[in-house]
Nanobody, 118 residues
């Protein structure tokens, strides 16, 4: 089965930046029609914040639009999330996974913790 490993999280101050990475194995990332980054804050449901669909269309939730940017390196089987101007409300565990209804979710990885201090 597909394995995902997220990394790059950490503790930053408000306004700071981080770059998250998601490396997948046992799948050719280029062949997946929709992949994305999710996050789950304490006491809240997991939400999709950024996605790449059909190879090049990028979608962002309103809460991160113009601050977060998703990209991929298919050769490295890696997906990235560049996060800028971070806010305390961005504090969450971040995960990567498939992002369209027609593709089953991979087994969730451990995620990577992002903490933004005010």
């Amino acid at each position: 089965q597909v394995q995902v490993v997220e990394s790059g999280g950490g503790l930053v101050h408000t306004g700071g930046s981080l770059r998250l990475s998601c490396t997948v194995s046992r799948v050719i990332l280029r062949h997946v029609d929709g992949i994305g980054w999710y996050r789950q804050a304490p006491g809240k449901q997991r939400e999709l914040v950024a996605a790449i669909r059909n190879g090049n269309r990028q979608d962002y939730s309103d809460s991160v639009k113009d601050r977060f940017f998703i990209s991929t390196d298919y050769a490295q089987r890696t997906m990235y999330l560049e996060m800028n101007n971070l806010k305390p409300e961005d504090t969450a565990v971040y995960y990567c996974n498939t992002a369209i209804p027609t593709i089953s979710r991979w087994t969730w990885g451990q995620g990577t913790q992002v903490t933004v201090s005010s």
